[in-house]
């Protein structure tokens, strides 16, 4: 019996069926639609910093950045101008810190209580209700602050303000609580169950295994969680627009009128100023700080979320 001749070996890929334009093409525009949204976001970041160093190089270009970034007095509407943008960034760290003070704590303990202490239908009922706090329009808590907030302040100190940094701070930490809130709760719910129940059999209690089991394993994602809660603190524009006032002064009493970075440029967006002189370009510079601040702030809380994140099996 004749065998027959062995041809060349055939590799597991020699052979392809043919392609099936029909499922072929619909993958291909999908594909190409999904990119050109990948595109679109990328180049809309480019395009809003692209304008914000052009705009804010034609401010240096007449302003020494020096007296920028050293002066503590800012007055580019008055007839005499000085430019010292610290005079709006300590407004707009007093405003943060303030509302960082009052939601750090109270979001975390809220994360504890959802998170270890209470039963699932409490849970699924207080989570939704703590949330919807995030869905209030800014501008409702700026009015809350001044017409509700402010009164109650004045009523216990005469020294007090009518626009000061005290209301400004304490509604805009009941703003980002939630964001606190979330974000660490899920964060403590993502830590294995093994944990607690080693710590549980060791003969810790609830409260010892939520403070020195949950929230150490879990620090990656409420750091981050208080840095994102700062960033959007520092970028809010409404409360201090309305609560706040607007004289920027170089100070760290919370008692009295200051302005943020954010309510200089809504004071000078208002269309009073025209486009294209010195006192319009301000607003580009001040908004680039703002960016780089927050920018900064951003990729601190991901180091933070990449370099101590614990990884369980």
């Not at 976001?41 to 240096?60: K, N, P, R, Y």
């Not at 939704?128 to 100190?157: D, H, N, Q």
């Not at 100023?273 to 680039?288: H, K, M, N, R, S």
Request: proline share 6%; hydrophobic share 50%; glycine share 8%.
């Amino acid at each position: 019996m004749v065998e027959p001749a062995a041809g060349p070996p055939v590799s597991s890929g020699a052979y392809r069926r043919p392609h099936n334009w029909r499922r072929w093409l619909p993958e291909r525009i999908i594909g190409f639609f999904l990119l050109l949204c990948a595109a679109a976001s990328i180049l809309t970041t480019v395009g809003i910093v692209s304008v914000l160093i052009f705009e804010a190089a034609h401010f240096f270009g007449q302003v020494s950045i020096f007296e920028y970034l050293g002066g503590t007095r800012w007055t580019p509407l008055f007839a005499s101008k000085h430019f010292g943008v610290l005079a709006l960034l300590s407004g707009t760290m007093l405003t943060a810190v303030g509302s960082m003070a009052v939601a750090l704590p109270l979001g975390v303990l809220s994360a504890i209580y959802l998170s270890e202490y209470a039963r699932e239908p409490v849970r699924r009922v207080c989570k939704p209700i703590l949330e919807v706090l995030a869905g209030i329009p800014t501008v409702v808590y700026g009015y809350f602050a001044l017409l509700f907030v402010t009164p109650l302040i004045r009523g216990v100190s005469e020294n007090v303000a009518v626009f000061n940094a005290l209301s400004a701070s304490i509604v805009m930490g009941i703003m980002i609580l939630p964001m606190v809130s979330s974000l660490s709760e899920d964060a403590m719910r993502a830590v294995p169950r093994s944990l607690r129940e080693a710590a549980y059999a060791l003969g810790s209690t609830k409260l010892e295994v939520s403070t020195r089991v949950v929230i150490p394993a879990a620090l990656s994602g409420i750091v981050a969680s208080f840095i994102l809660a700062a960033s959007r603190a520092i970028g809010e524009t409404m409360i201090v627009t309305i609560a706040a006032g607007q004289n920027p002064t170089f100070t760290l009493n919370p008692f009295i009128p200051i302005e943020t970075m954010t309510a200089y440029i809504v004071q000078v967006s208002q269309g009073d100023t025209p486009t294209g002189t010195l006192e319009y370009e301000t607003i580009f510079a001040v908004a680039l700080s703002l960016f780089v601040i927050t920018l900064g702030m951003n990729s601190l809380s991901q180091f933070f979320v990449r370099r101590f994140r614990e990884v369980y099996q």
